[in-house]
Each structure stands twice: as C-alpha cells, then as structure tokens.
DNA sequence: TTAGCTGTATTACATATCTATTACACTCAT
DNA sequence: ATGAGTGTAATAGATATGTAATACAGCTAA
C-alpha cells in the first residue's frame, strides 16, 4: 500500500480499515487478517499495525481475543453508525473546507454537478 | 491559531496562507506581514513559519525582498489558477473519500443536497 | 505436550517536526 | 552611518513517528 506523507502511517492503516468495514468487506463478527499478515500486506512495521488496531479496539470496533485475533464487533448497530460517520465527517470536512476557499454553501450543489460533468470520461 | 494535531504545522500553515490568497484577502503584490508578526499571530516559531513561505516561494506565488518581506505575486493569472486547483483539488478528495467509502458518484449530489438541508440552522 | 499460530511489550535506533536561541545579512528611513 | 525593520541560517534539545529485533503470553490443533 502507498502512503501519504506527513500523515502518520498509522492513522492511514486505521482509515483503511474503517473503510474496508464501510465498503462491507469486513463483516460483523468476522476475523480480520492478523498482525503480521497485516504488517506484511501494508509493508509495515508489526508495532505500527498494532497502533491502528488499539485506537479502533478502544472505539469498540474490534475486539481481542488474545492468542486468536482481532475480530470485528457483532453490534451491528454500531457498525452501521460508524459507517454514516466517517460519511458524515466527509461531508462536514467539505463544506467547510469550500467555505474556506470562499465557495458559498449555496453554490455547493452547482459546483459539484458542474465537476462530475466535467470529469466524465 | 489552532492547529490540527497529526499534521505538520508548516503545512497548515500554508493551507492557511494560501486560503487567504484564496479568499482575496491577500492581493497580488501585497506585501503579507513579516515572518515574525505571523509568528507572534500564529503563535509558533519564526522556523515554522519561514519553511510554509518556503515551499509557497518554489511555487511562484510569493516572492521575497531580502531586508523588505515577503510579497504576494503579480502574476495574476497564476493566482487565479491556483484558487481554482485548490478548490479542484478539494472536489478530486471529496469524490474519491466518498467512494472509498461505498457513496457512487451517481449519488453524491443527492447525498449532498440532502445533507445540506438537514443541516440548515 | 508440543508446534505454530495469535496478540503484546520492550528496547534501541533513525528520522521528521517543532521550539528556542543566537547570529548574520540586507534595506530603508533617519 | 546608524537603528529598526526585514529575511536567513545554524545549533541544540524535545517529542512523535516508524523500524527492527527480541522476547513473552495465550490459543488451538495435531
């Protein structure tokens, strides 16, 4: 896997994997690849994968079962949640980075629909 | 100013000064304040602050007056290309955010609208 | 029980970032 | 010429991040 600079590696694995459980490839219940794997995967450190893991095992995605693995959470409720977070943290994200470029909220919705039509192909 | 952890702060200095430019806040061959009184006003160092002009110098969108200060480029045309790659830039990361997280480009703008209007207040 | 898989912890080292401090070089107004 | 303002450079120290290597601890299947 590539990475940004300037963002610290294991806060990138940590998106990577809140996404992967967005886009449902990581299901309820389910085993995740272990650490190492992991590490080798993403061409990283063992230590740095399992700082990714900690921050999302305090947030209670995953689980630990030591000797055996990390598991993703079986509350789905909460799966799902996280899921229209991360969107809704897009959404915030952008509308107030346009702000600060000086695109109004009301324009929001033209200027996108004019870049989707531009960037067709 | 507060700064986001995990990111280094020179860069967000940059953003910062560069959204300025943005907003017309800062006009071609202006004269912006001087490294120390960003310093004083950003409250970080003089360093700091010297490696976001910097980086904007490479870029062609300052230009410095050794013993005079640093001044906003003349060229008018490259200011107004740099404002339009900035917001660009920040639709190209919005799409690509959104779909790395399962949301079609067919249903941004309705995504969008929607949450436009929900958070109206 | 043992082999091989898990997660976890520790240590040492390298690099990037940021601060603080000091010094130097240039320009302009006086 | 001098002083006050500019940008620039260099050093030292602190902290965060990432790697590498090693060791320990728990689980499971053979």
Redesign the interface.
Known sequence: MEFKD???IY?QIEQYLY?QI???KMKAGEKIPSVRKLALELTVNVNTVQRALQQMNDQGILYTKRGEGNFVTEDIELLAKT?QT???N??DE??Q??A????E?DS??T???K??KE?EE
Chains 1, 2 share one sequence.
């Open positions: 300037n963002i610290p806060l996404r967005a886009l449902g899921k991360l969107i809704d897009q959404l952008f509308v980075n346009m600060k470029l000086g695109v909220r929001l919705v200027v996108l629909e870049y989707l960037s």
